[in-house]
């Protein structure tokens, strides 16, 4: 998990963090959100997701999540995967909503997933993420609404 998260992280085009994780960090991180899941081929964790509160308190029903998939594993349906469940193991945990408060723009493959899944668009932060060259792009917020997803 720490290698795929770090891998992102690297990247620069998605995760707002900066610093990869230690094996350390990685294990306190990993523990101290709601759910964590992972997609595995043949053995190999190939992408995952962390599930957590968005807020707390009167707020504390909206579900925020951030997902990674491996490089070598990217277009191979393990990020649809790890969403869809994603949405149902934050419906099963109390959530009505889950949030996304980032998804930078340039990330196309994730805006198609996402709508293609029901999310829809809240709206754009103008200049929301940082660049590693020193320029900022924009972000869209989007939301899913658990409370209309199917039955098991």
């Known amino acids: 998990m720490t290698a795929i998260w770090n891998e992102v992280v690297r990247e620069g085009r998605a995760f707002p963090q900066t610093d990869e994780l230690t094996e350390a960090q990685a294990e306190e991180f990993f523990a101290s959100q709601s759910y964590c899941g992972v997609a595995e081929q043949r053995g190999e964790i190939v992408a995952l997701y962390i599930l957590h509160p968005n807020n707390i308190g009167r707020c504390g029903h909206i579900a925020n999540a951030s997902y990674a998939v491996g490089?070598?594993?990217?277009?191979?349906?393990?990020?649809?995967?790890?969403?869809?469940?994603?949405?149902?193991?934050?419906?099963?945990?109390?959530?009505?909503?889950?949030?996304?408060?980032?998804?930078?723009?340039?990330?196309?493959?994730?805006?198609?997933?996402?709508?293609?899944?029901?999310?829809?668009?809240?709206?754009?932060?103008?200049?929301?993420?940082?660049?590693?060259?020193?320029?900022?792009?924009d972000i869209r917020l989007y939301y899913y609404d658990l409370t209309k997803l199917p039955e098991k």
């Open 71 to 137: 490089s070598r594993f990217r277009g191979k349906g393990a990020g649809r995967a790890i969403v869809r469940d994603s949405l149902a193991r934050a419906r099963d945990a109390g959530f009505r909503v889950l949030q996304f408060n980032a998804v930078v723009i340039s990330n196309a493959t994730a805006h198609k997933l996402y709508e293609s899944l029901g999310f829809a668009p809240l709206g754009t932060v103008p200049g929301g993420f940082s660049r590693d060259d020193g320029s900022y792009e």
